[in-house]
């Protein structure tokens, strides 16, 4: 349910306004080390601290998307993924933050139900959310960039502040996302700040489908079982992932689930004589 929260918030930024980036796991991570700090150093209640976690991860989606907004396709990418690359060294060597280790010893809830019912309360509320915000003006305005940026300028919309903001939203969601991991596996370490993430959200955006918000919760359940399946293989797994990621870019560019859709709602209208 984590997972697909930071899916969706992959999926409003680059299925939605068009801005693909490999380095969403610069949000997750700031979010979760802020979360942690919040929770372990300052000792405030988790609710502070997740927002406080979010709110960062703004913070940094905005002073990551001032610069790399400047480029496109796959510069953006890039560049965004140089920032994700240039958080985790830091984190890394620094010891400011736990260094390597990073942070742990966060209290754990007992109730391990009530730890349940408020992940899915916060997926069920973060993708309605940015299924709104898609369906919004905005997210018109978001889908007129991704669809012809020279034109959305032309016709008067400033694409910068629009694109601007698909980057906060993004990361606010994504920072939601981050800021509950940690709480719910009481730790976090530099390896948070790795592109795996970026791209783990990528995978399961495209399995649900590109451009749908919901579909990423199907992506996560197959992303899911499809790691535990290929657990044993260790190394190879991240290999197969990769082929992955490839075969659904080059063949399936709207994701997995979308053609499978088409073809039940097909099937069902025939059934139904239409």
């Known amino acids: 349910m984590i997972l697909a929260i930071f899916a969706a918030s992959w999926d409003l930024l680059a299925g ?49 998307g001032i610069p790399c907004l400047r480029l496109k396709g796959p510069y953006l990418a890039l560049g965004t ?4 690359l240039v958080l985790y060294r830091l984190f890394l060597t620094g010891t400011w933050l736990g260094g390597t280790e990073g942070i742990s ?29 898609a369906d919004s003006r905005l997210g018109t305005v978001m889908k007129a960039i991704r669809d012809d940026e020279l034109c959305a300028d032309a016709s008067g919309i400033n694409t910068t502040v629009y694109k601007l903001l698909a980057f906060m939203i993004s990361g606010f969601f994504a920072g939601i996302a981050g800021a509950i991991f940690v709480l719910d596996t009481t730790a976090v370490n530099p390896a948070i ?3 795996l993430y970026s791209f783990y959200a990528i995978i399961m955006a495209s399995i649900g489908g590109i451009a749908t918000i919901y579909g990423s919760i199907i992506g996560a359940f ?8 290929l657990r044993p293989l260790a190394a190879a797994a991240l290999l197969i992932f990769a082929a992955l990621l490839i075969l659904i870019i080059r063949f399936a560019e709207e994701g997995v689930m979308n053609p499978v859709l ?9 059934i139904r004589g239409r």
């Open 16 to 64: 939605f306004a068009g801005q693909v980036s490999f380095g969403h796991s610069a949000f997750f991570g700031i979010a979760g080390y802020v979360t942690a700090a919040f929770v372990r150093f300052l000792g405030h209640h988790w609710v502070i601290a997740l927002l406080a976690g979010a709110g960062m991860a703004v913070v940094f989606s905005l002073l990551i």
């Open 81 to 84: 993924l140089a920032f994700s």
């Open 105 to 133: 010893g966060l209290p754990r809830a007992e109730n391990p139900y009530l730890v349940f019912y408020a992940i899915a309360g916060f997926m069920v509320v973060s993708l309605v959310a940015m299924r709104a915000i």
């Open 222 to 229: 197959l992303f899911i079982i499809l790691s535990e399946v």
């Open 262 to 270: 088409e073809k039940v709602q097909e099937l069902y209208d025939k």
């Open 193 to 195: 700040y790795q592109p």
